[in-house]
């Protein structure tokens, strides 16, 4: 009869590690037997439901930390959507030129701007949002500023909520001239006070707003104009019907030189 070959200090300390392992996967419920284990007629018990959330945590966790990354993500941009503070009014200011000052005024002029608009939500404040863009002089521009300040220029008549403009008479006759659409603006008329461009702009230089922003220098350039409707599908037709009755209350207001939002 061959004799056994006797354990050296080492092996046994292997062979107790690997059984203490297959013990444990056992115990976890990731395998049923093993070799390793000697039959001594021991039953292992049951692992636990925590014990077995603990085993697939264990095994997943990069997925579960990437996961819970997203949807973190995702519940934040969600949470502030639904926060998010509506304006009372939309304006769109546009720079069209290298010589405009239009851009540089255009946060006095939001402020301005809220002295002659009433708080239209009833939520106890009253909010103007302006946004600037600066559009490109040259049609034919193709570098990655003159494109992207087209598509914002674009998405902002698509969307339709800022039925407010206060721009350049250049970028006025650019759109009934250049773009053909003559009948994009309100026309005006004299009697309401302030001076008239081409029939639909009124000069900002000669209202209550020039003084309001501070802007005493302001040029015979910067003309105020008032979107006219245009069922083209683009944005609610009830809505921006709503916004541009907004629009006309704070232009009458600014001819009337009535400041309803006193402000310190």
Same mark, same amino acid.
């Given at each position: @009869?061959?004799?056994?070959?006797?354990?050296?200090?080492?092996?046994?300390?292997?062979?107790?590690?690997?059984?203490?392992?297959?013990?444990?996967? @056992?115990?976890?419920?990731?395998?049923?037997?093993?070799?390793?284990?000697?039959?001594?007629?021991?039953?292992?018990?049951?692992?636990?439901?925590?014990?077995?959330?603990?085993?697939?945590?264990?095994?997943?966790?990069?997925?579960?930390?990437?996961?819970?990354?997203?949807?973190?993500?995702?519940?934040?941009?969600?949470?502030?959507?639904?926060?998010?503070?509506?304006?009372?009014?939309?304006?769109?200011?546009?720079?069209?030129?290298?010589?405009?000052?239009?851009?540089?005024?255009?946060?006095?002029?939001?402020?301005?701007?809220?002295?002659?608009?009433?708080?239209?939500?009833?939520?106890?404040?009253?909010?103007?949002?302006?946004?600037?863009?600066?559009?490109?002089?040259?049609?034919?521009?193709?570098?990655?500023?003159?494109?992207?300040?087209?598509?914002?220029?674009?998405?902002?008549?698509?969307?339709?909520?800022?039925?407010?403009?206060?721009?350049?008479?250049?970028?006025?006759?650019?759109?009934?001239?250049?773009? @053909?659409?003559?009948?994009?603006?309100?026309?005006?008329?004299?009697?309401?006070?302030?001076?008239?461009?081409?029939?639909?702009?009124?000069?900002?230089?000669?209202?209550?707003?020039?003084?309001?922003?501070?802007?005493?220098?302001?040029?015979?350039?910067?003309?105020?104009?008032?979107?006219?409707?245009?069922?083209?599908?683009?944005?609610?037709?009830?809505?921006?019907?709503?916004?541009?009755?907004?629009?006309?209350?704070?232009?009458?207001?600014?001819?009337?030189?009535?400041?309803?939002?006193?402000?310190?």
């Amino acid at each position: @009869m061959a004799k056994k070959k006797r354990e050296t200090d080492d092996e046994r300390a292997a062979r107790d590690r690997e059984e203490r392992i297959a013990l444990l996967k @056992m115990k976890q419920g990731l395998i049923e037997d093993s070799e390793l284990i000697p039959e001594t007629g021991y039953k292992l018990p049951e692992p636990t439901k925590w014990e077995k959330f603990a085993a697939f945590c264990s095994l997943n966790k990069w997925f579960i930390i990437v996961g819970a990354f997203i949807a973190s993500v995702v519940i934040m941009c969600v949470t502030q959507a639904l926060t998010k503070e509506k304006a009372d009014i939309r304006v769109l200011v546009v720079r069209y030129g290298e010589s405009s000052e239009l851009d540089r005024h255009s946060d006095r002029i939001a402020q301005a701007l809220e002295k002659f608009c009433r708080d239209f939500d009833e939520n106890g404040k009253v909010r103007v949002e302006v946004n600037t863009i600066n559009f490109p002089t040259n049609d034919e521009a193709t570098d990655q500023r003159s494109v992207t300040e087209r598509q914002r220029f674009n998405a902002e008549l698509q969307l339709a909520e800022a039925q407010m403009l206060i721009v350049d008479a250049e970028f006025a006759d650019w759109m009934a001239n250049v773009r @053909m659409q003559p009948n994009a603006f309100k026309e005006q008329n004299d009697e309401n006070g302030g001076k008239v461009y081409n029939n639909v702009g009124i000069l900002m230089n000669s209202t209550a707003l020039a003084k309001e922003a501070h802007w005493n220098k302001c040029p015979d350039s910067v003309v105020i104009l008032i979107r006219n409707e245009l069922n083209d599908g683009s944005g609610s037709v009830k809505k921006n019907a709503e916004y541009r009755e907004r629009a006309e209350e704070v232009l009458q207001n600014i001819l009337e030189g009535n400041v309803v939002n006193p402000q310190d």
